[in-house]
T-cell receptor, first 114, second 110 residues
């Protein structure tokens, strides 16, 4: 079965640079979530999109922005990167329109800011 | 106080033991409850999904939800070394946001 795809899997950036993370949800899933997970921590919810519209906002810094495109893929844009942004970034998808509340995670993008 | 509380462990058991993992929550509006398994440096993998109260069994795994006590459990029977991972509970109401526990680190010793 198709799973959530994230790219790139690893990314190394320097302070003050920008980064773009991409997420391709499971086919026919209408909702995408972004999470940040630091070492030994639970995933921290950043933002979600339902049918290409932002639906919920969590602890996403103002330096970050995200959007969902017409093909349902999503991109997380991160600017003015800081050392503390180093983390695993997960995308997850679900199919809320049909009352399907299970959320499936991608493999994550490991971002290292030097 | 976090919406979802989970004992971080670590929990260490011998192979074949029964493992009990638990979460408590404060929001009575939560209706959907999930357990995820996360191996090191991997994405969380959905193990069990339960709607409202009751039990659900899938192989060696049993999920229990007690909404009256705001308490959920995951039981693993005949635990195997391959079960060694971090287990995260997650839950949601009718909205779009999922709330996670901090995860319990489990090691099954051969």
């Amino acid at each position: 079965a198709a799973g959530v795809i994230q790219s790139p899997r690893h990314l190394i950036k320097e302070k003050r640079e920008t980064a773009t993370l991409k997420c391709y949800p499971i086919p026919r899933h209408d909702t995408v979530y972004w999470y940040q997970q630091g070492p030994g921590q639970d995933p921290q919810f950043l933002i979600s999109f339902y049918e290409k519209m932002q639906s919920d906002k969590g602890s996403i810094p103002d330096r970050f922005s995200a959007q969902q495109f017409s093909d349902y893929h999503s991109e997380l844009n991160m600017s003015s990167l800081e050392l503390g942004d180093s983390a695993l970034y997960f995308c997850a998808s679900s199919r809320l329109a049909s009352g399907y509340n299970e959320q499936f995670f991608g493999p994550g993008t490991r971002l290292t800011v030097l | 106080q976090k919406e979802v509380e989970q004992d971080p462990g670590p929990l260490s058991v011998p192979e074949g033991a029964i493992v009990s993992l638990n979460c408590t929550y404060s929001n009575s509006a939560f209706q959907y409850f999930m357990w995820y398994r996360q191996y090191s440096r991997k994405g969380p993998e959905l193990l069990m999904y339960t709607y409202s109260s009751g039990n659900k069994e899938d192989g060696r795994f049993t999920a229990q939800v007690d909404k009256s006590s705001k308490y959920i459990s995951l039981f693993i029977r005949d635990s195997q070394p391959s079960d060694s991972a971090t287990y995260l509970c997650a839950m949601k109401d009718t909205g779009n946001q999922f709330y996670f526990g901090t995860g319990t680190s489990l090691t099954v010793i051969p």
